[in-house]
């Protein structure tokens, strides 16, 4: 792409001049404590997911392990069940949501032109609460009264009847809820104020699109999920009532306030994903990205709808006709700007001179396999049918389906895509591919079988199961652990690449495109201290 | 369509440049943007507290979850009585958590008519040998049925203190509006006894 690639050496030169005297890093590990650089918090972010990863990993191998064979073998119910709800916590709030911020970290500000994230100390502490509130979140494991088991969703009655513990699972949410605004706000604060000259919203690239709305989702609904369990807290601690029916208060109310956030919170876990595979396919099908100005309004509608959709989650709890209609109607208009989206990737795709990297491997993989999720989604909407379907395996292959060979997937795609201009080497692609290809083999073998148990009425969130789901149920936990150890080959493919390998150029990819390709390979500690200068023809995105 | 970063020229161009992006960016304050972000994260978390009251209300008005209604014994006198037409009203009780407690209806089905105004009871015997306060919580099935379903005076409306092994009957008077749904003739009145968290706090809070 003739567009983009022509004046890295002057980046490069001036990027060097910088690095090797005063601005570079301060050694040591309180580096890492003390930063207040964007790419350091970002790292910090990314290998704190991984981390997380491999322990959220576990816990869904426990659980497979369990569900190997009907009957109880491995585990008693009760840690099974902890085991189901810590694995929900720690993929949704330790895994997809930080990774999340760690790309926009290092991306946001190179994406538009500018020098760090607008509040840098404030960057730092988003990051640092986190390694305590989960420390917190999963010490109740190991204490007397057990880790949360009632599910991620915390319903009441059955939460509040959890034994002192309760307390710490609270503490750790409202934590990690604290970090998700206060980055969010940062994000937010970046994009409205630090954009280079020229950088006018509709030049923004659309990862920085689909996050400025993922962070006003984040501010707009993290604040409600604390309010809530704030509630519970105070119900099972202070003697209020507000979701104990003995005192007039009443557990659906609880469903109401948490689906409020929790609908919200399915699209803060995959926008950002949108706008990673809009910054990808374009790359590798060497042509623009089709139909931007739609995907930045489907981005809008699906933000707004994910506000009055919430009690499709909530149809089996008993609700006026009226009310069933107007949920299930609302739900399914979510698919039309969806369906805009993935046509617009498809559309790119068409006659695009397209190769396929690792990083595009990924990408389409998303493409497919998220749009599977998303038909079953349409199929968990239809009133009817849900109250058929609802809290069986079918609901767990829907929402695995868009959040593992969804989100994750876009998140992969992002490391391949990105490491090179991270650490200034290539990465090893025939190891990458394999990557690829053996969890794509494995994510199928684990997801796809549940929803034939699903539909044939196997309930989710139980140790054991009866006799017929005995099959499937094998079949998946044969995938789920092909698919967590094949994610071995990741951590191995990113740490032999921190480590060396073929040099990258500035540019990485040949058809990449956008700011952060004009800086160089590994990005210098500081990037466009001085503003870039972006004249009408210059390509942002 | 090159991109170019401004100081791509010697140094003192570059400080020139420098001085005048910053100068051009300068005027954006964080703060404010912060802080307005700030608000809504406050102003969302009291809304997640204000969906309790609203809660109630939409359900007070749509009868949603089943809640039944209170109406003044003088509104009463004033409702036209259908004698074309019969509801049954089915008494179901059930015991939260296993509680140890006797709570039967004291009597199983009535046949009503709409608009006239009715009364039955419910035994309740506390088993233990603690004093208790206990609180019931109507349901009206169907839902739709919910807001017709009106009661004068019911033991559900205050928290009803049990001495040890003390028992009592506890009446409930209630009428069905005569706009009731044509299609509705079965209407069940469940009620669930729950032991009160705040023991000794005094009866009437609800």
Redesign the interface.
Same mark, same amino acid.
């Given at each position: 792409m #003739? #567009?983009?690639d =022509?004046?890295h050496h &002057? &980046?490069d030169d001036?990027g060097h001049d910088h690095d090797h005297d005063e601005h570079g890093p301060a050694p040591g590990l309180m580096r890492w404590v003390t930063t207040t650089n964007h790419k350091d918090i970002g790292t910090l972010y990314l290998w704190f997911s991984l981390v997380m990863f491999f322990i959220g990993g576990a816990m869904a191998l426990v659980i497979r392990a369990e569900l190997f064979q009907p009957g109880i073998q491995i585990v008693d119910p009760m840690f099974f069940n902890s085991m189901t709800t810590m694995h929900a916590i720690v993929m949704i709030f330790g895994v997809v949501m930080p990774a999340f911020v760690g790309l926009a970290n290092w991306m946001i500000p190179m994406m538009i032109g500018a020098p760090d994230m @607008?509040?840098p100390r404030?960057n730092n502490w988003s990051f640092w609460i986190m390694p305590f509130a989960f420390t917190i979140m999963l010490s109740t494991l190991f204490m007397d009264s057990g880790g949360p088991a009632g599910g991620w969703t915390l319903y009441p009655p059955l939460v509040l009847q959890m034994g002192d513990s309760f307390a710490y699972v609270i503490f750790a949410i409202h934590f990690l809820g604290i970090s998700s =605004?206060m980055g969010?706000?940062?994000i937010? @604060?970046t994009i !409205?104020? %630090?954009r280079a $000259?020229g950088m006018t919203f509709m030049k923004m690239p659309m990862f920085v699109w689909t996050w400025l709305i993922t962070a006003y989702l984040l501010?707009?609904?993290? $604040? =409600? !999920?604390? *309010? &809530?369990v704030t %509630?519970l807290l105070t119900d099972r601690f202070f003697?209020t #009532? !507000?979701f #104990? &029916?003995? *005192?007039?208060g009443?557990p659906? %109310?609880f469903q109401?306030?948490f689906w409020?956030f929790g609908h919200p919170e399915v699209y803060i876990l995959i926008l950002p994903a949108f706008g990673i595979v809009s910054s990808i396919i374009p790359t590798f099908a060497r042509k623009p990205l089709f139909g931007y100005d739609s995907m930045v309004y489907a981005t809008a509608s699906i933000a707004f709808l994910s506000f009055i959709v919430w009690a499709h989650h909530m149809f089996t709890t008993?609700? $006026?006709l009226a009310?069933e209609l107007f949920f299930m109607f609302s739900t399914m208009m979510i698919s039309v700007p969806t369906g805009v989206k993935v046509f617009n990737w498809v559309a790119t795709m068409w006659r695009g001179s397209m190769t396929f990297e690792t990083p595009m491997l990924f990408a389409i993989g998303f493409v497919i396999m998220f749009t599977v999720g998303g038909l079953s989604g349409l199929m968990l909407a239809i009133t009817p049918a849900d109250i058929q379907y609802h809290d069986t395996y079918f609901v767990v292959a829907h929402f695995h389906y868009v959040l593992v060979p969804g989100a994750v997937y876009s998140l992969m795609a992002a490391t391949y895509y990105w490491l090179p201009k991270w650490t200034g080497n290539m990465y090893d692609e025939t190891l990458g591919k394999w990557h690829f290809w053996i969890s794509t083999v494995f994510v199928n073998v684990l997801f796809f079988p549940m929803h034939f148990v699903g539909l044939a009425g196997m309930p989710r969130r139980i140790p054991d199961y009866s006799l017929q789901f005995a099959d499937w149920n094998m079949i998946a936990t044969i995938g789920a652990f092909g698919f967590g150890f094949s994610q071995l080959m990741f951590v191995y493919i990113i740490v032999k690449c921190v480590r060396g390998g073929e040099k990258a150029t500035s540019e990485v990819w040949e058809g990449a495109r956008g700011?952060e390709w004009?800086v160089a390979s590994p990005a210098p500690y500081h990037t !466009?201290?001085?503003? $870039?200068?972006?004249?009408a023809?210059? =390509?942002t995105r | 369509m090159n991109v170019e970063t401004a100081h791509a020229g010697d140094a003192s161009a570059s400080a020139v440049a420098q001085s005048s992006q910053v100068s051009a960016v300068k005027p954006k304050s964080h703060l404010k943007v912060a802080g307005q972000m700030l608000g809504l994260a406050i102003g969302m978390f009291g809304f997640g507290y204000a969906m309790v009251p609203l809660y109630n209300i939409i359900c007070d008005i749509t009868g949603l979850n089943g809640k039944t209604g209170r109406v003044s014994v003088e509104s009463v006198a004033s409702a036209q009585v259908l004698d074309d037409r019969e509801v049954i009203v089915e008494f179901v009780s059930s015991i939260n958590q296993g509680g140890s407690w006797i709570f039967r209806p004291e009597v199983k089905t009535m046949s009503v008519q709409p608009g006239k105004l009715y009364t039955t009871s419910y035994f309740a015997q506390n088993l233990t040998d603690e004093f208790v306060v206990a609180q019931a919580t109507p349901s009206v099935s169907p839902f739709a049925a919910a807001k017709y379903f009106n009661k004068t005076e019911c033991f559900c409306f205050t928290r009803q203190p049990f001495e040890a092994q003390g028992s009592k009957d506890m009446p409930i008077t209630f009428i069905i509006d005569e706009d009731l749904p044509i299609n509705i003739d079965r209407v069940t009145l469940s009620y669930t006894f729950f032991r009160s968290p705040e023991q000794g706090e005094g009866a009437d809070q609800s």
């Amino acid at each position: 792409m #003739s #567009s983009t690639d =022509v004046t890295h050496h &002057a &980046a490069d030169d001036q990027g060097h001049d910088h690095d090797h005297d005063e601005h570079g890093p301060a050694p040591g590990l309180m580096r890492w404590v003390t930063t207040t650089n964007h790419k350091d918090i970002g790292t910090l972010y990314l290998w704190f997911s991984l981390v997380m990863f491999f322990i959220g990993g576990a816990m869904a191998l426990v659980i497979r392990a369990e569900l190997f064979q009907p009957g109880i073998q491995i585990v008693d119910p009760m840690f099974f069940n902890s085991m189901t709800t810590m694995h929900a916590i720690v993929m949704i709030f330790g895994v997809v949501m930080p990774a999340f911020v760690g790309l926009a970290n290092w991306m946001i500000p190179m994406m538009i032109g500018a020098p760090d994230m @607008a509040l840098p100390r404030l960057n730092n502490w988003s990051f640092w609460i986190m390694p305590f509130a989960f420390t917190i979140m999963l010490s109740t494991l190991f204490m007397d009264s057990g880790g949360p088991a009632g599910g991620w969703t915390l319903y009441p009655p059955l939460v509040l009847q959890m034994g002192d513990s309760f307390a710490y699972v609270i503490f750790a949410i409202h934590f990690l809820g604290i970090s998700s =605004v206060m980055g969010s706000i940062n994000i937010v @604060a970046t994009i !409205f104020n %630090m954009r280079a $000259p020229g950088m006018t919203f509709m030049k923004m690239p659309m990862f920085v699109w689909t996050w400025l709305i993922t962070a006003y989702l984040l501010i707009a609904t993290i $604040p =409600v !999920f604390a *309010g &809530a369990v704030t %509630m519970l807290l105070t119900d099972r601690f202070f003697g209020t #009532s !507000f979701f #104990s &029916a003995a *005192g007039g208060g009443d557990p659906v %109310m609880f469903q109401h306030i948490f689906w409020f956030f929790g609908h919200p919170e399915v699209y803060i876990l995959i926008l950002p994903a949108f706008g990673i595979v809009s910054s990808i396919i374009p790359t590798f099908a060497r042509k623009p990205l089709f139909g931007y100005d739609s995907m930045v309004y489907a981005t809008a509608s699906i933000a707004f709808l994910s506000f009055i959709v919430w009690a499709h989650h909530m149809f089996t709890t008993g609700m $006026p006709l009226a009310g069933e209609l107007f949920f299930m109607f609302s739900t399914m208009m979510i698919s039309v700007p969806t369906g805009v989206k993935v046509f617009n990737w498809v559309a790119t795709m068409w006659r695009g001179s397209m190769t396929f990297e690792t990083p595009m491997l990924f990408a389409i993989g998303f493409v497919i396999m998220f749009t599977v999720g998303g038909l079953s989604g349409l199929m968990l909407a239809i009133t009817p049918a849900d109250i058929q379907y609802h809290d069986t395996y079918f609901v767990v292959a829907h929402f695995h389906y868009v959040l593992v060979p969804g989100a994750v997937y876009s998140l992969m795609a992002a490391t391949y895509y990105w490491l090179p201009k991270w650490t200034g080497n290539m990465y090893d692609e025939t190891l990458g591919k394999w990557h690829f290809w053996i969890s794509t083999v494995f994510v199928n073998v684990l997801f796809f079988p549940m929803h034939f148990v699903g539909l044939a009425g196997m309930p989710r969130r139980i140790p054991d199961y009866s006799l017929q789901f005995a099959d499937w149920n094998m079949i998946a936990t044969i995938g789920a652990f092909g698919f967590g150890f094949s994610q071995l080959m990741f951590v191995y493919i990113i740490v032999k690449c921190v480590r060396g390998g073929e040099k990258a150029t500035s540019e990485v990819w040949e058809g990449a495109r956008g700011l952060e390709w004009t800086v160089a390979s590994p990005a210098p500690y500081h990037t !466009f201290e001085t503003a $870039p200068v972006l004249d009408a023809g210059t =390509v942002t995105r | 369509m090159n991109v170019e970063t401004a100081h791509a020229g010697d140094a003192s161009a570059s400080a020139v440049a420098q001085s005048s992006q910053v100068s051009a960016v300068k005027p954006k304050s964080h703060l404010k943007v912060a802080g307005q972000m700030l608000g809504l994260a406050i102003g969302m978390f009291g809304f997640g507290y204000a969906m309790v009251p609203l809660y109630n209300i939409i359900c007070d008005i749509t009868g949603l979850n089943g809640k039944t209604g209170r109406v003044s014994v003088e509104s009463v006198a004033s409702a036209q009585v259908l004698d074309d037409r019969e509801v049954i009203v089915e008494f179901v009780s059930s015991i939260n958590q296993g509680g140890s407690w006797i709570f039967r209806p004291e009597v199983k089905t009535m046949s009503v008519q709409p608009g006239k105004l009715y009364t039955t009871s419910y035994f309740a015997q506390n088993l233990t040998d603690e004093f208790v306060v206990a609180q019931a919580t109507p349901s009206v099935s169907p839902f739709a049925a919910a807001k017709y379903f009106n009661k004068t005076e019911c033991f559900c409306f205050t928290r009803q203190p049990f001495e040890a092994q003390g028992s009592k009957d506890m009446p409930i008077t209630f009428i069905i509006d005569e706009d009731l749904p044509i299609n509705i003739d079965r209407v069940t009145l469940s009620y669930t006894f729950f032991r009160s968290p705040e023991q000794g706090e005094g009866a009437d809070q609800s």
